[in-house]
Nanobody, 125 residues
Framework: QVQLVESGGGLVQAGGSLTLSCEASGRTFSGYASGWFRQAPGKEREFVSVIRWSGGRTSYANSVKGRFTISRDNAKNTVYLQMNSLEPEDTAVYYC??????????????????WGQGTQVTVSS
């Protein structure tokens, strides 16, 4: 079993920055990819970014490309999402997810094996 714990959310003004972390625990983590999704009130959960644990291949949603950066620390089993130039439209609960075995690229929403509980990001105008 794998547990994913997000941290780093909070309230920030537009134009500001936040860094989210997602630590995997519960077993010796050796996964295929870790991704970030977000869900705003009244909207469906949407893909934000994903990174492969081996090789570091990344993918981003068009809405965050150039502003967000995903990275990982294999030794710490932790994935990060650096969010810059935040906009009110980025306000959402952010979830991390893990896919343990190879899949399509980027992995589709339903292909992830584990999900975190989410962390709230609020961007004020």
């Amino acid at each position: 079993q794998v547990q994913l714990v997000e941290s780093g959310g909070g309230l920030v003004q537009a134009g500001g920055s936040l860094t989210l972390s997602c630590e995997a625990s519960g077993r010796t983590f050796s996964g295929y990819a870790s991704g970030w999704f977000r869900q705003a009130p009244g909207k469906e959960r949407e893909f934000v970014s994903v990174i492969r644990w081996s090789g570091g291949r990344t993918s981003y949603a068009n809405s965050v490309k150039g502003r967000f950066t995903i990275s990982r620390d294999n030794a710490k089993n932790t994935v990060y999402l650096q969010m810059n130039s935040l906009e009110p439209e980025d306000t959402a609960v952010y979830y991390c997810a893990a896919r343990l075995t190879s899949s399509s690229w980027p992995p589709l929403y339903y292909e992830y094996d584990y999900w975190g509980q989410g962390t709230q990001v609020t961007v004020s105008s």
